[in-house]
């Protein structure tokens, strides 16, 4: 193999890294929180950036059903997303994403608003998460199991383009000599 081969498969085939998976490493609202206020949003922050093209999902569903408003905004480790969590009682928020390293990830978290909750932006409450599980509703596992396998498509294409330009290179180098020992004759 050439260097410029290896180097091409260094660059297209992912290299597993010695850090630990991602994580969430605190929501807001917090998990398990008790609010006095309804949130206008719900983020979730990670201990590594996530990759931004729509590999994410959160589904918040509360006492009144879906209380999603908008859709995901993915920024460097944390992503957010608007709700309309106005009606007293639990809410439980269900997410799934993939780390820049291509690991997905989900995980739930609960919170609840108080009887006397008010529509104002609840202050951030930054609380750790516990250990994600693997609860996850359907369409959050449709739209990452989408997105993961579009990245395993580019980089399995990718490799073969590497493989393949080995090859020619090998029997463009191996002809080469065929004719320079030809020509010595």
Request: glycine content about 6%.
């Amino acid at each position: 193999m050439t260097a410029l081969t290896v180097a091409v498969l260094f660059a297209v085939v992912p290299i597993e890294s010695s850090r630990a998976d991602a994580y969430l490493v605190a929501s807001d609202p917090g998990a398990g929180a008790e609010l006095d206020r309804a949130p206008s949003s719900i983020t979730l922050t990670f201990n590594t950036p996530l990759l931004e093209f729509g590999a994410s999902a959160i589904q918040v569903t509360g006492p009144g059903g879906d209380a999603t408003t908008g859709e995901v905004n993915v920024s460097s480790s944390s992503m957010s997303i608007d709700v309309s969590a106005e009606d007293p009682g639990t809410y439980d928020v269900v997410w799934q994403t993939v780390s820049e390293d291509s690991h997905p990830i989900s995980g739930t978290l609960s919170f609840t608003i108080m009887d006397n909750a008010t529509s104002e932006p609840v202050p951030p409450t930054r609380t750790a998460s516990p250990v994600p599980t693997t609860n996850q509703s359907n369409a959050t596992v449709s739209s990452l199991q989408a997105a993961e396998g579009t990245v395993l498509i580019v980089l399995i294409s990718a490799a073969i383009v590497a493989l393949a330009a080995s090859v020619i290179v090998a029997i463009r180098r191996h002809n080469r000599r065929q004719a320079a020992s030809q020509r010595e004759d």
